[in-house]
């Protein structure tokens, strides 16, 4: 089987990459959404991509961690934007909401075209 690093999805053994190496686009095609450090999102599932800054968006973070619903992929760094998905489940990512709906947009325009 693999292993689940921490704040990760689980990678087969055997299939390890550095966080340096790029994604070699089979990523894209197969409709995930890069939210950083080596983590991807289903991004069919995304329901809003948002900034963290506001007091809602603190409560939301805080309510989703009391109901286990919370996945922090910030890889211990500042979180800069909370994404949302369908099954109501709050993900913590380091990069910037702005960069992450752009990385979303151009996936949708990928698979459209």
Do not use: C, W
Request: hydrophobic letters at 35%.
């Amino acid at each position: 089987m693999g292993h689940a690093p921490k704040g990760g999805m689980a990678i087969p053994t055997g299939q390890q990459r550095s966080f340096s190496e790029k994604p070699k686009g089979d990523a894209m095609r197969s409709g995930l959404l890069n939210i950083g450090f080596g983590n991807y999102v289903a991004a069919a599932r995304v329901t809003a991509i948002v900034n963290p800054a506001s007091s809602p968006m603190r409560r939301l973070r805080e309510d989703a961690r009391a109901e286990k619903r919370l996945i922090d992929a910030t890889q211990g760094r500042k979180t800069r934007s909370i994404i949302i998905t369908d099954s109501n489940h709050i993900i913590l990512s380091g990069i910037q909401a702005e960069t992450l709906g752009a990385r979303f947009s151009a996936e949708e325009d990928d698979n459209a075209g």
